[in-house]
């Protein structure tokens, strides 16, 4: 077995006796580093790990039914950077490949219509989105050394959704108070970025938990501004406005100096692309309280375009010549948005100046993929890219980083994260009960995740022990399982079942849920038990590619692939006719699909 030395990593032990996992830094002589001190096996034969999971015993108002969905493997290729759910609005946000299932239109800025509105790879018809990090065999040698000097180089900064591409169209009285307020957003940023610049070279989780805190409360005032300003001058209410709150940590600097080759990779997957356009949100001026409704209602409109376009790119892969995707999704796509960004054109004129440039917004390209003739070329990903999507108003990003890079090649590669993608063999989405309670129908939309991407720099309160063999799921560990013969790895992550009964999302994408009580099952006060989803991802990993130490899961450059750092995502878009389906047969002790 293949020990490798630790990058940047947090010591994580499963406690036998309790269960309970407990994470140490180890810093490196006090100066806050994170450092290799020792060198920590990060794979783990699986009869090693002692049985830790606990079934709290049904009681006498339990709801014990399960219900299964079948939404496949990811058989149709939908592979993306983007997270949906924790960095909403930012293209390549997770700087890591995800696998999806069920929705096959969502990307990082769709909306709860364009999801609503999409096919999926679910056999009963069910849209939500499910999606989680790719697991990678690399036969090549990663050198922790890389890694540090990466570290070394590297100005951790934030990284935030933009807010005025998200917003409706904004009412002419409003526009002043409400770009004050953006430029506060901007204002914000700038100075966590400041504070950030003080641990350059190492990883500071508490001052990383401290900053984004911080920016946080901040955020949560300025946009809750923003958004009843918009509603007093007759604008409505906005929706989904508090996803945009949350900030994250981000090492984007480490990819530059990391590993980004496909050279000794074989070919093997088909390109995952996406379409991008331009932004027009942001390019508005105020519009009169006459025009909103129409202004809306077409913006609206080039939202369902492109999920439209990126739907069919997903279900057409592989059909046509070279030139099918210019002339079937494309040239048709900018044919469309030309006209609705005339008619907004139109609307705004009607009761003020018409906004100049707006056909220039029409054409998109596809990312990943050599720029088109239809795409516009240098316009279709402004104000969409990493480096620029910390901007709030009209002013630059401070010290914005460099974008980051679509995947690369036929693997799909990202700094860091190379190597062949290991399809599933297997994808159990399982939606259970509880021990104390009956459950409720889960809101339409609501925002889930489980586990923590980001365990080094944000710190593991949130992480979870996902990894685990068949024939072995009454024991979950922090560490790459090594698996008996005839076996399969199995990832198995339990998303919170209790929930606040009002919110679908909340500032930090977690408060509006919780996960029940270990001991007794029951949820805390104020929270109500819903059907708990599970989902077990199944892989068929070769053994000597186990016990040689080389799959691992694809992460964020300072987590350097850290089993710790398994999560997964969820976006609920059953209808709520399946919704109470689902709760009704888990009340009444069934097993159904």
């Keep these: 077995m293949q020990q490798r030395t630790t990058r940047i990593i947090v010591a994580v ?63 149709n290729g939908k592979f993306s950077p983007d997270n949906p759910v924790a960095q909403p609005g930012i293209k390549n946000g997770a700087e890591h490949l995800h696998d999806f299932i069920g929705n096959l239109a ?77 430029a506060a957003l901007d204002r914000g940023y700038a100075a966590a970025n400041k504070r950030m610049a ?56 480490m990819h530059a100096a990391m590993r980004h080759s496909t050279a000794s990779v074989k070919a093997g997957l088909a390109a995952s692309s996406q379409i991008q356009c331009p932004t027009v949100r942001d390019k508005l001026p105020g519009v009169s309280a006459r025009a909103l409704d129409e202004v809306n209602r077409n913006l609206a409109e080039l939202d369902r375009q492109l999920s439209e376009a990126n ?7 592989g059909q046509g010549g070279k030139n099918f995707v210019d002339n079937a999704i494309l040239g048709p796509l900018k044919a469309k948005r030309t006209a609705v960004l005339d008619r907004i054109g139109i609307a705004i004129s009607r009761s003020a100046a018409r906004p100049q440039g707006l056909e220039a917004l029409a054409g998109c390209t596809l990312t990943g993929q050599p720029q088109t003739q239809n795409g516009q070329n240098g316009q279709n990903n402004q104000g969409n890219q990493n480096g620029q999507g910390n901007q709030n108003g009209g002013a630059a990003a401070p010290s914005a980083p460099a974008a980051l890079p679509d995947p690369q090649g036929p693997n799909l590669e990202l700094p860091n994260n190379t190597g062949g993608i290991v399809r599933p063999a297997e994808v159990l989405i399982e939606y ?14 609501l925002r889930a995740l489980t586990g923590d991407a980001k365990p080094i720099s944000r710190g593991p309160a949130n992480a979870r022990a996902t990894w685990t063999c068949s024939g072995f799921t ?23 079942g209790c929930w606040d009964g009002k919110n679908i999302d909340s500032t930090n994408h977690r408060d509006h849920l919780a996960f029940a009580d270990t001991n007794t099952g029951a949820c805390k006060q104020g929270f109500v038990a819903i059907p708990q989803l599970r989902i077990t991802i199944s ?27 398994d999560h997964n995502d969820f976006i609920n878009v059953n209808s709520a006719q399946t919704m109470q389906k689902i709760a009704t047969c888990i009340n009444k002790g069934k097993t159904c699909r």
């Design 13 to 75: 032990a499963v406690v036998a006796a309790s269960g309970v996992l407990t994470a140490t830094f180890v810093s490196s002589g006090g100066k806050g580093t994170a450092d290799a001190a020792t060198e920590l096996n990060q794979y783990v034969p699986i009869q090693q790990v002692q049985p830790n999971v606990k079934n709290p015993a049904p009681g006498a108002q339990a709801s014990t039914g399960v219900f299964t969905v079948d939404c496949g493997t990811n058989g």
């Design 106 to 182: 969502i990307t990082t800025n769709s909306s709860n219509a364009d999801l609503d509105a999409s096919g999926t790879t679910c056999k009963n018809g069910d849209k939500s989105s499910y999606f989680w990090p790719v697991v990678r065999i690399d036969k090549t040698v990663r050198s922790g050394n890389d890694a540090q000097r990466a570290l070394a180089a590297t100005t951790p900064m934030v990284t935030c959704p933009k807010v005025r591409d998200r917003l409706p169209a904004v009412p002419a009285r409003a526009k002043r108070a409400v770009d004050d307020r953006l």
């Design 198 to 253: 003080t641990s350059k070279g190492h990883i500071d989780a508490g001052l990383n938990a401290s900053v984004l805190a911080d920016l946080r409360a901040q955020r949560t005032r300025l946009i809750k501004g923003i958004s009843d300003t918009i509603a007093a001058a007759g604008g409505g209410r906005t929706s989904g406005m508090v996803s945009l709150v949350e900030c994250d940590t981000n090492y984007d600097g």
């Design 311 to 317: 739907e069919r790119l997903i279900s057409t892969r």
């Design 432 to 445: 259970r009960g509880n021990a104390t309670s009956k459950v409720v129908a889960m809101p339409k939309f």
């Design 474 to 496: 009454d024991r979950l560990a922090d560490k790459y399982p090594i698996c008996p013969a005839g076996r399969q790895v199995q990832r198995v992550q339990d998303f919170p």
């Design 539 to 565: 892989y068929d990993i070769p053994s000597d590619v186990q016990t040689k130490g080389q799959f691992a899961l694809d992460s964020f450059p300072e987590e350097d692939h850290n089993p710790f750092s």
